[in-house]
Structure formats: structure tokens, C-alpha cells
């Protein structure tokens, strides 16, 4: 087995990734927030985070993922300021901030569900955790490195000389550099709030009593306390955003190290941006794209999935609806090329054993996923292989759908979609529905389960499972 290798923001190179715990990982990624739908480009963070856990998976490590779900103290900008996106969303709706966002963290996971991503082993939310965000807070009071003012509660960034390490910032830089709009309550303009008493929002509907008056956390302390709860208080991978790189991780390396003493995460992975010709795609900017626009225009979500693996996660990713068909259609006929193979096979089982050749092509997969998930050469080594007609078919389709558990594309399984039926859009949605019906299982959510069976039902959808998985067929 070649060594994994992953490029660590932390250091900005290569490192071959050696867990704490020998054949053991601990990750947490960056979840939503949770005031409106993820955006394509929030959920190509996903589709890495997923991307990653089937790849140590596959490589043989046992995986612990976690993920948070930000439904309090998230502020439209990053540095304390603007206005509170759950508050400003729920008085727009005249509901509560909870039904905000329990409706978007609904709609997140039927998104991730049909990108096939799988969902993470904790998933935290921020309003479920603040006691440990406060017991947390307390300890970095407790260590000297926070200030109160203006009934908030701050950290004090140059009591921290590490800081910045992360974002290759310095700390002297940013004393001096002059921000747009800064906090007048902070000694410098990085620092940070750890917890606010002083609203400047009326009708607070999230509040909690704390050492530091009726408040509500900062929105960084959120992912420190979590990730320290279920993974321990030094865990082996963090992931999330570029964007997070500058401001929300450094924040948060800041206060986690500030509280233990010690080194919080060993790898710390980014992804880049999706954008669009018109720019990077933000929430806070409206008129995004999500996936359900992708599947009304006729697309499979699998398509998109095929569409951000096609590209390194390090590599900015220009979207286009050109582009979008190209990996449609490459998705198509990789799933046709793979009917084929079990046309040539019959009845007879995918091979239980592989082959020199076949073998030779998993090794060359596993090389590129252990090259800082080459994507893009994983997906052509699986073309090379589910074209090469020396390769008995049986062995070809063992390793494909070895693969394909690490591109989660569900190239078998979509067979029945290209077939049964001639309309793509319903095949696209039934697949859909099928993949969120798949999470709503692992995740337990039995009613959830039980109506889509019902919803598919109702469409004239019949579904089998069994132990290689949920297939359909029409009435
Ligand atoms: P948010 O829900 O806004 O907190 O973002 C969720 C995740 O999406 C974070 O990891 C962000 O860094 C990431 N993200 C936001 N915008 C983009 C984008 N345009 N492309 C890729 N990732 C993004
Ligand atoms: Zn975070």
C-alpha cells in the first residue's frame, strides 16, 4: 500500500499523513450554516469531505467524522461584524431562528444525501453544545489570553504568538493593517469574540446565561468544542473552505491551542472555490445556484458529483453548464459502458478475486487517491479499466465497483435509471430520492425513510433492498 499524502495548508506541502493513533483517524469538517440552501460551491466542501472519508476508509483506516451544523452566532462578516444571518432570515420569515434552521438543515442533508454524500458519524449542532462552548471559553479565560469589553467577551490575539501560522500572517501585520470596518470594542482589530452579552440585535431569541451575562458564543468557538468532544482534545484532520483559511480556522487554532496548551489538529485541509463567470458564489450574496436548480434543468446529481471529482479540490473550478453536460454525459457512458460489462457477464457473479491486470489498475487507483486524491486520475484509471477488452468482464466489473465505493457515483446501481425509464428527469429524480431515502437509513431517520418510500410509491416507484443495496423499478 503506497503511503497517503496530503497537503497540509499548515506547512503548505506534501506530507505523507501519519495518524495519532495508528490505523485510526479523527476528522471534522467545517457543516453549514444553516439560514438558507448550500450553494454548489458550499457543497463541492462536501463532496470532498466525503471524498476524503471513502478514501481512508478504503485504504484501510477506521474513520471517525464528525461535522457541525452552525445554527447560532454566525455574523455576515467574519470579523464580528453585520448582522446575525439565522436572526435576519427568521424575522424575514416570521418564524423562529430554530425553524429556520432546522428547515435548511433538512434541506442540507437531502442535498448531500443525493451527491451521495455519506453522512458523517456526529453531527453536532452548535445550539445543542454551548455548555461545552462555555466550559471551553472558561479555560481560555482561565489561561490569561481574553478581555472584556463592551460586555463582550474577547480573545486577545497577541497574547497567542503562533497566530496567524496557519494563514502565513503575521501578527505584527496585522496590528498595524487597517481593517474596513472594525469592532470598536476590540484592542486589535484580529481579536475575536469568544461570546457576546451586548447585542446589538434586538429580540435575541437565542441566549444563554454564562460566566460573562446572557449572551450568545462567538460563531469560531463553535468547532473547537465540538471537535474536542467527539474527537479528543488533538485529532488528526480539519477541513473546510479556503476561505476559512484567514480568519475562522486561524480563530480557531487560536483558542483551542490557547486552552489545551498544546497542538490542536495535524493536517488541515482547503478546499478552493467553485465560481462562476460572474465570480466566486456566496450565500450571503442570493442568486445562487443549488443542486435542485441543477436537477430542474435535467441533471442528475451524480452528474454533478462526476463534475467537481473531474477536478483536483486544490484547483479553483470554473462552473458552466457546458461543463455540466460534458460530465453528464461522461457519467452516461461510463454507466453504459458498465451495463455492457454485465451484459458480457451474464449471470455470473463480478469476480472474487482479481487478476494481475485488473489488480494492476486498483494499484494505480490507489496511487492517485493517495496523492492528495488525485480525483481526476482515479476517474481516468477506472475508464482505462472498464475499457480494456483483455480484462475479463468479471474482473473489470469487481474492480470498478471497488472504485466506484471510493468515487461514490453509483455506476451500477444507475443502471435501472438509464434504462427503465426514457425520461432522464424522472430517472434523475427517482435516483435522487432513492440516495436521500439510502442517508435517511444510516442516519437512522426512519419516518423520513418510511415517506419516501411512500412519496416514491405514489409516483409508481417500487423499491427492493437487499444487502448490495436499494434498487427500482416502475409499476
Ligand atoms: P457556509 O455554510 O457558508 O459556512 O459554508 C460551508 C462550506 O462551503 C465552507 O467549508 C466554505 O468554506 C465552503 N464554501 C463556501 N463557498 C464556497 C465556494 N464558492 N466554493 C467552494 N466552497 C465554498
Ligand atoms: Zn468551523
Not at 475499457?387 to 473489470?396: F, Q, T, Y
Amino acid at each position: 500500500m503506497p503511503a497517503l499524502r496530503l497537503y497540509n495548508t499548515l506547512g503548505r506541502e506534501l506530507q505523507e499523513f501519519k495518524p495519532l493513533e495508528p490505523g485510526k483517524v479523527g476528522f471534522y469538517g467545517c457543516g453549514p450554516t444553516v439560514y438558507d440552501y448550500a450553494h454548489i460551491g458550499n457543497l463541492r466542501a462536501y463532496v470532498l469531505h466525503d471524498t476524503l472519508v471513502r478514501s481512508l476508509r478504503f485504504l484501510g483506516y477506521e474513520v471517525k467524522h464528525v461535522m457541525n451544523i452552525t445554527d447560532v452566532g454566525h455574523l455576515s462578516g467574519d470579523l464580528d461584524t453585520g448582522e446575525d444571518v439565522m436572526l435576519k432570515r427568521a424575522q424575514e420569515r416570521g418564524k423562529s431562528p430554530y425553524e429556520i434552521a432546522e428547515f435548511y438543515t433538512e434541506a442540507f442533508f437531502k442535498d448531500t444525501g443525493r451527491l451521495n454524500v455519506r453522512r458523517p458519524d456526529v453531527v453536532c449542532k452548535a445550539t445543542e453544545h454551548v455548555q461545552e462552548m462555555i466550559a471551553l471559553i472558561k479555560r481560555i479565560e482561565a489561561n490569561g489570553f481574553t478581555y472584556q469589553s463592551g460586555g463582550n467577551l474577547y480573545f486577545d490575539v497577541t497574547k497567542f504568538p503562533k497566530y496567524g501560522e496557519l494563514a502565513l500572517i503575521k501578527l505584527e501585520d496585522l496590528k498595524a493593517g487597517a481593517r474596513v470596518e472594525v469592532d470598536p470594542n476590540k484592542r486589535n482589530p484580529a481579536d475575536f469574540a469568544l461570546w457576546f452579552t451586548k447585542s446589538k440585535f434586538e429580540n435575541q431569541a437565542m441566549i444563554w446565561e454564562s460566566p460573562w451575562g446572557r449572551g450568545y458564543p462567538g460563531w469560531h468557538i463553535e468547532c473547537s468544542a465540538m471537535s474536542m468532544k467527539y474527537l479528543g482534545e488533538q485529532f488528526d484532520i480539519h477541513a473546510g473552505g479556503i476561505d476559512h483559511i484567514p480568519i475562522h480556522h486561524t480563530n480557531e487554532i487560536a483558542q483551542s491551542e490557547a486552552a489545551t496548551g498544546r497542538k490542536w489538529v495535524n493536517y488541515w485541509l482547503h478546499n478552493e472555490f467553485l465560481i462562476t463567470s460572474s465570480g466566486k458564489m456566496a450565500k450571503s450574496k442570493g442568486g445562487f445556484l443549488t443542486l435542485q436548480t441543477l436537477v430542474d434543468a435535467g441533471y442528475h446529481p451524480l452528474d454533478y458529483r462526476y463534475f467537481l471529482l473531474g477536478a483536483h479540490y486544490r484547483s479553483q473550478l470554473q462552473f458552466s453548464y457546458e461543463a455540466l453536460d460534458s460530465a453528464k454525459a461522461s457519467r452516461r457512458s461510463l454507466v453504459d459502458t458498465i451495463i455492457a460489462l454485465k451484459e458480457k457477464l451474464g449471470t455470473a457473479s463480478p469476480a472474487a478475486s482479481l487478476g494481475p491486470k485488473a489488480k494492476s489498475y486498483m494499484e494505480a487507483f490507489t496511487a492517485h487517491l493517495c496523492q492528495d486524491l488525485a480525483t481526476p486520475r482515479a476517474i481516468a484509471e477506472l475508464w482505462g479499466l472498464v475499457r480494456d477488452n483483455d480484462l475479463p468482464p468479471a474482473e473489470a466489473l469487481a474492480a470498478a465497483n471497488e472504485m466506484d465505493g471510493v468515487l461514490g457515483l453509483d455506476l451500477s446501481k444507475s443502471e435501472r435509471a438509464a434504462s427503465a425509464t426514457a425520461d432522464p428527469a424522472l430517472a434523475s429524480e427517482i435516483d435522487g430520492l432513492v440516495a436521500e431515502r439510502v442517508a435517511a437509513k444510516q442516519a437512522k431517520d426512519w419516518a423520513r425513510a418510511d415517506a419516501i418510500r411512500a412519496e416514491l410509491k405514489s409516483k409508481g416507484v417500487l423499491l427492493e433492498d437487499s444487502p448490495a443495496g436499494t434498487t427500482w423499478r416502475l409499476e
